[in-house]
């Protein structure tokens, strides 16, 4: 059995001999992690610290001393997760609701970062919608119903963005929809529904990617996986509303029987789209998610996903991407970002974007014009499916939630950045 190296966190400089504003000092019997500003204020510190230790080789640590609080507990964690070791770690606090909500948030978390870091050929479609409701059923059996929708089913009730995308794969798309009512009462209204992206893996079909922009396309299903992690997290909270949950779900693939370039995809909410380019295919498959979701009248609709590169390009890999036509939607989310410790920051999306999406065959392409914000033109495709054009609806462009390759905070991999974010939202508002 290995021995756990204690690690104490410390708010005052090293010692000179560890060297200029060291983030590290060690003992017979101990490490330290000296969080100061000098080595990125607290939170940054610790995170740092647990992947420096990590990267050591250490695999089992016992957080010791009075310094820790439920935040740095959290963020060391976060840090020490590494996708190929099954390291240990003793939270270094006794029972009680510190401890819940430690084990709540990893919980969650450690699926979301898993399922996401899991290979295409075992998370594929059906997989991924499977996992997620086993998961939630597990966490409130009594609460969650689901049904999980494929092959011809997609079709015979007009899911048809799903279905087109999902068509060149032997494993076709599937749609999850789940029901999670604690109130007991089957008439209880609906108070928001989630819609996730889970393109389990994104070739770019005809518009196929080049191999050095495919090799992480395992993560295109980033927002279903979010999405799920946050609402097990708020689960685990206490959340007493009802919220409905759509995972849309497919592999995007080329084939024989691929979708193509000049396809126009008509939708049950009687918007036509053309395909200008299959590498904008997380729009098309979110659209009948959204679709129904609208059809529910909640109060809120908030959706995930990886859905563009020029959200990265704006923001980097550190903030998730935040847009709506209503501040006060967006508000709700930047202010649950700040409250969890996660990082948002909001991209513009107007009315005026829902005209730089122009087709000379159907209502809109899935594309936007030359020179048009992609980041935003991919929003206001999607705002073609809320009802009312967006009312009430907020999307998450997840720019911060995967790493192609680890840095000094995060493994490589998936993070798990905004499962908090959409905990919160949905116990606040």
């Not at 009680?96 to 998370?123: D, F």
């Not at 909270?237 to 009802?242: H, S």
């Not at 159907?362 to 073609?384: M, Q, R």
Request: aromatic share 8%; proline share 3%; charged share 25%.
């Amino acid at each position: 059995m290995t021995t756990a190296m204690q690690v104490k966190l410390e708010t005052t400089a090293a010692a000179e001999h560890w060297g200029k504003n060291a983030l590290l000092s060690f003992s017979d019997s101990e490490a330290r992690i000296h969080a100061t500003e000098a080595t990125g204020g607290k939170l940054v510190a610790v995170q740092r610290g647990a992947r420096r230790l990590d990267g050591m080789g250490v695999t089992a640590v016992a957080l010791v001393g009075g310094n820790w609080d439920l935040e740095t507990r959290w963020a060391f964690w976060a840090g020490y997760y590494n996708p190929n070791r099954k390291s240990t770690l003793d939270w270094g606090v006794g029972d009680g609701e510190e401890l819940k909500e430690l084990e709540a948030r990893k919980a969650a978390s450690l699926w979301v970062r898993e399922i996401t870091n899991g290979t295409p050929e075992n998370v594929f479609p059906r997989a991924l919608a499977e996992s997620a409701a086993d998961m939630l059923q597990k966490l409130a059996p009594y609460a969650v119903e689901y049904r999980i929708l494929s092959g011809d089913e997609l079709v015979e009730e007009g899911f048809m963005g799903i279905h087109n995308v999902g068509r060149g794969s032997v494993r076709g798309g599937a749609m999850l929809q789940l029901d999670y009512n604690p109130t007991g009462k089957e008439d209880a209204p609906v108070d928001i529904c989630l819609v996730g992206k889970g393109i389990t893996f994104d070739s770019g079909g005809y518009s196929i990617k080049p191999s050095a922009g495919m090799a992480h396309m395992k993560s295109d299903m980033g927002g279903a996986a979010m999405v799920t992690g946050g609402l097990a997290l708020a689960i685990a909270r206490g959340l007493k509303k009802r919220v409905k949950l759509y995972l849309c779900c497919a592999e995007n693939l080329v084939s024989g029987n691929a979708f193509k370039l000049g396809d126009i995809i008509r939708y049950k909410n009687g918007v036509t789209a053309e395909i200008l380019n299959t590498d904008a295919e997380g729009r098309l498959v979110l659209a009948d998610g959204l679709i129904a979701a609208s059809e529910q009248n909640p109060r809120y609709i908030l959706d995930a996903a990886t859905l563009t590169g020029a959200a990265k390009m704006a923001v980097g890999r550190d903030y998730n991407s935040v847009m709506s036509f209503e501040d006060e939607m967006a508000e709700k989310v930047l202010s649950a970002a700040k409250l969890e410790n996660e990082k948002a920051w909001r991209l513009p999306l107007e009315k005026f974007h829902m005209e730089q999406i122009p087709s000379g065959f159907a209502e809109i392409a899935n594309v936007g014009v030359d020179g048009s914000p992609g980041a935003s033109t991919a929003a206001a495709f999607l705002a073609k499916f809320v009802r009312d054009d967006g009312r009430g609806w907020v999307h998450i462009d997840l720019s911060g939630s995967y790493l192609p390759s680890p840095n000094d905070q995060w493994a490589q991999g998936a993070k798990g950045h905004g499962v908090r974010t959409i905990a919160r939202f949905l116990l606040d508002n």
